[in-house]
């Protein structure tokens, strides 16, 4: 597609219920990020897949997040067990492969999820 | 370890030139990035510059580097109601392997017409 598409744009879900979100990066992008803003604050990096390489998860904040990515294609990032402090957006971005040493990286960025937990 | 500060918030008057700045941490930043995310969407790049460069300038916008203070700033020059936005100043560490970009926490610029 022409950018990067996020789905769904906005969800609203009871606290201990499990949420999906979905991400379909530009083709052709081979890195793609996920990152969770929350109301008046920055973003904070969750996860990075990068081609068939192992993905960071180094970010993730606990055990109850997850990602996955098929291929160069869509990612999932999936939230169980949900509860208020995960209200927040979260962000999908995608960039072409980034080379070693002195390339720059820039992102593009859907318009992200907006999650509420009640 | 990466740390990229900004201001919160800026007020200016329409016609006037906006500053925003923005500290980092990292000096061996390769890139440094400003991006902008208009109320309701994601971030949308507005310019990079190289770590080797000390200015950029792109129509009404000027970055400003200063790599001995690891500081950079985005000028807006006759700031328009339609700049009211977030600004964020993002850095790409130099390392091996992939590069992952660090964002500040974002400054809020409000346009008063």
């Known amino acids: 597609g022409a950018g990067v598409s996020q789905s769904p744009s906005n969800k609203v879900t009871e606290k201990g219920k499990d949420v999906e979100l979905r991400c379909d990066p530009i083709?052709?992008?081979?890195?793609l990020y996920w990152y969770r803003q929350r109301l008046g604050q920055g973003l904070e990096f969750l996860i990075y897949?990068?081609?068939?390489?192992?993905?960071?998860k180094s970010g993730l904040p606990s055990d109850r997040f997850s990602a996955e990515r098929t291929g160069e294609s869509v990612s999932t990032l999936t939230i169980q067990r949900t509860q208020q402090e995960d209200s927040a957006v979260y962000l999908c971005a995608s960039s072409l492969a980034v080379d070693e040493g002195l390339g720059k990286n820039i992102q593009y960025f859907g318009a992200g999820t907006r999650l509420s937990v009640l | 370890g990466e740390d990229v500060e900004q201001s919160l918030f800026l007020s200016v008057r329409e016609g006037d030139s906006s500053v925003i700045n923005c500290t980092y941490t990292d000096s061996s930043s390769t890139y440094l990035y400003w991006y902008k995310q208009e109320p309701g969407a994601g971030l949308q790049l507005l310019t990079y510059i190289f770590s080797n460069m000390d200015m950029k300038q792109d129509q009404r916008l000027t970055v400003l580097l200063n790599k001995k203070d690891k500081h950079l700033s985005l000028r807006i020059a006759d700031t328009q109601t339609g700049d009211s936005a977030i600004y964020f100043c993002a850095e790409t560490p130099l390392r091996g392997g992939y590069q992952k970009v660090t964002f500040g926490t974002g400054t809020k610029l409000q346009v008063i017409p």
């Open positions: 897949f990068q081609g068939n390489s192992a993905p960071d």
């Open positions: 083709s052709g992008h081979t890195a």
